[in-house]
């Protein structure tokens, strides 16, 4: 099992066949009407779209973790303490869950920023990092 995809895979993002976004957000759909219902019908609309917004954040940077590009963006601390932080919850299943907000398992304890061995499958163009703190180090 391998963290990055391989060059010859040519990985393409197709939402309907990759994700359950659709199902995520039509489940969450009682609790976006109850909090429209309680506090007011923009409030509602507003948690709906903010949802919607969440899914869509997970879904481009979990895709773009696994399938790097070589684009400048990927190059940044920021997006390579998400892909170290995100390989240590592949390692240990248990921690780092929430792949666009970090602050969540900071709050629900799951949070690890564990040292690891640089990933060997990884592209020539993506940096050999050693876990999130070492991102910040360098």
């Known amino acids: ?58 879904e481009f940077i979990h895709f773009f973790i696994h399938v790097p590009r070589n684009y400048r963006w990927q190059k940044t601390r920021v997006w390579r303490f998400y892909c170290e932080y995100h390989r240590i919850h592949h390692h240990k299943a248990r921690t780092n869950y929430n792949v666009v907000c970090p602050l969540a398992d900071i709050i629900l304890r799951t949070i690890n920023l564990d040292t690891m061995v640089p990933e060997q499958n990884r592209p020539e163009w993506v940096t050999g990092d050693t876990g999130p703190k070492a991102v910040w180090s360098k």
């Open 1 to 58: 099992k391998t963290f990055y995809a391989k060059p010859e895979e040519n990985v393409r993002y197709q939402i309907m066949e990759s994700s359950i976004i659709p199902l995520l957000w039509l489940g969450h759909l009682p609790l976006y009407m109850g909090v429209g219902y309680l506090a007011g019908t923009w409030v509602g609309v507003g948690a709906a779209v903010g949802g919607l917004l969440y899914l869509f954040g997970y």
